[in-house]
């Protein structure tokens, strides 16, 4: 399975922004998808997951309210809409892929996907 990620750039505070990955191969064995960022410094974090079956979704709470995780099962597309932008939220964007069905922590646990992206930057500054 590959992913490839689109949409990054720089926004002002306040702004909005829409991430999209392609997925491609075995894409019938993903059976959860995720949005996760790593801000210079930090560790990589999670952002927001949608499961296949039940398009169950999962947002970290400083993310709740302003972004929304979708996804597009006919183009094995997901997104990721990004609104009200803050400085905190500069950071590389990466989808991922997991083969199984993620619940409760397991979503938000990078161990738990299988396959990655190669990032797209987001940086939010005046």
């Known amino acids: 399975v590959e992913l490839v990620e689109s949409g990054g750039g720089l926004v002002q505070p306040g702004g909005s922004l829409r991430l999209s990955c392609a997925a491609s191969?075995?894409?019938?064995?993903?059976?959860?998808m995720g949005w996760f960022r790593q801000a210079p410094g930090k560790e990589r974090e999670f952002v927001a997951s949608i499961r296949r079956t039940d398009d169950n979704i999962g947002y970290t709470s400083s993310v709740k309210g302003r972004f929304t995780i979708s996804r597009d099962g006919t183009e094995d597309r997901l997104y990721l809409q990004m609104s009200s932008l803050k400085s905190e939220d500069t950071a590389v964007y990466y989808c991922?892929?997991?083969?199984?069905?993620?619940?409760?922590?397991?979503?938000?646990?990078?161990?738990?996907?299988?396959?990655w992206g190669q990032g797209t930057q987001v940086s939010v500054s005046a």
């Open positions: 991922a892929a997991a083969i199984g069905l993620l619940y409760g922590n397991n979503r938000f646990d990078a161990e738990q996907y299988n396959f």
């Open positions: 191969g075995h894409t019938n064995s993903i059976y959860t």
